[in-house]
């Protein structure tokens, strides 16, 4: 347990569902995130959150929609959806951007999109 | 464009060996390079290096940053089958940017 959960685990949507996936961390971080891990391919920084404040957008496309109410709380809102988005979604926290970056992931999402 | 290229892409041990993992990179405004081991599902932390020449170690793992030469080296001695993994490398700059090598895959064999 690394103190930062998601729900739900696994998710399958059709091209035109909205869903949204959660993250939630209880480690009194500043600094959140939210990563792609699709097979092959590197972890990709989708956007980045200090203080509820978007401060890093990894030109991602408009059908991903992050939300950040609070500090312990971060959303991604998905709609319209391609197959090719089929992933693992990794939220991450850490204790803020200007005090170094250790991070500490959330166990993902298994996201497939139909 | 930042960049952290890892090699091996791929290492098969046997149990007992001692390997090493490079990690090179090009990002502008380093803060800090960060190694990860990801077995089933999220990476777990290893260590966070932020200054050339100081050894981390935490068991049978060490490593180390050369900002000079731009490269981090991750050693793991005495391997056991649990040490198989991706392991992998993020270097990030002083705006928050994180960006991950391909990573490499171990697998030790009994």
């Known amino acids: 347990e690394t103190g930062v959960t998601q729900t739900p685990r696994h998710l399958v949507m059709g091209m035109t569902n909205k869903k949204s996936l959660k993250c939630e961390q209880h480690?009194?971080?500043?600094?959140m995130y939210w990563y792609k891990q699709s097979a092959k391919k590197p972890l990709e920084l989708m956007f980045v959150?200090?203080?509820?404040?978007?401060?890093e957008n990894n030109s991602v496309p408009s059908r991903f929609s992050p939300e950040c109410p609070n500090s312990s709380h971060l959303f991604l809102h998905l709609h319209t959806l391609q197959p090719e988005d089929s992933a693992l979604y990794l939220c991450?926290?850490?204790?803020?951007?200007?005090?170094?970056?250790?991070?500490?992931f959330g166990p993902g999402t298994r996201l497939t999109v139909l | 464009e930042d960049k952290v290229v890892q090699s091996p892409l791929s290492l098969v041990v046997h149990e007992g060996d001692t390997v090493t993992l490079n990690c090179s990179y090009e990002?502008?405004?380093?803060?800090?390079l960060l190694w990860y081991k990801q077995e089933k599902k999220a990476p777990t932390f290893l260590f966070m290096l932020?200054?050339?020449?100081i050894e981390k170690k935490s068991g049978r793992l060490s490593s180390i940053l050369d900002k000079k030469e731009l490269f981090s080296i991750l050693n793991i001695t005495a391997t056991q089958t649990g040490d198989s993994a991706i392991y992998l490398c993020?270097?990030?700059?002083?705006?928050?940017?994180?960006?991950f090598g391909d990573g490499t895959t171990l697998t030790v064999k009994p």
């Open positions: 959150y200090s203080l509820e404040e978007r401060v």
């Open positions: 991450a926290s850490s204790p803020g951007l200007a005090r170094g970056n250790e991070q500490f």
């Open positions: 932020t200054s050339s020449g």
């Open positions: 480690l009194g971080h500043n600094a």
């Open positions: 990002v502008t405004n380093f803060r800090s």
């Open positions: 993020a270097v990030e700059t002083n705006a928050g940017k994180s960006t």
